[in-house]
């Protein structure tokens, strides 16, 4: 009942009375080990639970039309089967958390197309050989990633390295030979 009393109170502040009317809200060091079930605001756009203790993401309760969600310094190990029904995100902070799995990572976030800010740095993922051009592949959209604007080279690097191997592995399919590294 705590995590009411805490959306109650953000709510209040904000002179907020109806769900309706709730477009972001801001739940910031409330101790919280999970992500509270906030389907009942269907405008939300907004959300911060930077700075909590959340652990496992179970985020199905979130409206699909978010467009900001600041996850950062939490305890988060994995995002596989939380955020990939958020198409419309522009903004995903995910730093300082133990998100490992760059492949399951990159999985989870390829239907957002307008993601546009990612922040992944803190986090095991990005120590991962060939992080940042694998990113900025898998992510296409993206402008800023871990607080640096992707450069034109960047992508370019990133197109040269990814695309070379799938037209390596599309060429070895289409002549029937197995691919090799």
């Not at 133990?98 to 307008?114: A, C, K, P, S, V």
């Not at 960047?154 to 799938?166: A, C, G, L, N, V």
Request: aromatic fraction near 6%.
């Amino acid at each position: 009942m705590e995590v009411a009393e805490d959306i109650k109170e953000s709510l209040q502040k904000s002179g907020i009375r109806r769900n309706i009317d709730v477009c972001q809200l801001s739940l910031p060091k409330k101790k919280l080990t999970s992500v509270p079930d906030l389907s009942r605001f269907h405008f939300l756009r907004t959300l911060w639970l930077n700075n909590n203790k959340i652990r496992e993401l179970s985020c199905r309760s979130l409206n699909c039309c978010l467009t900001e969600l600041y996850l950062h310094n939490n305890n988060i190990k994995s995002i596989s089967g939380a955020l990939n029904h958020l198409t419309c995100l522009r903004l995903l902070f995910l730093h300082n958390n133990q998100i490992r799995g760059l492949e399951d990572t990159m999985h989870e976030l390829r239907r957002m197309q307008q993601l546009q800010t990612a922040t992944f740095f803190l986090n095991p993922i990005s120590h991962e050989p060939g992080y940042r051009l694998h990113v900025i592949h898998c992510l296409p959209s993206i402008q800023v990633l871990d607080v640096k604007e992707v450069k034109t080279v960047e992508r370019r690097r990133s197109i040269q390295i990814y695309s070379q191997e799938r037209h390596r592995v599309l060429q070895s399919v289409a002549f029937c030979r197995r691919a090799t590294s």
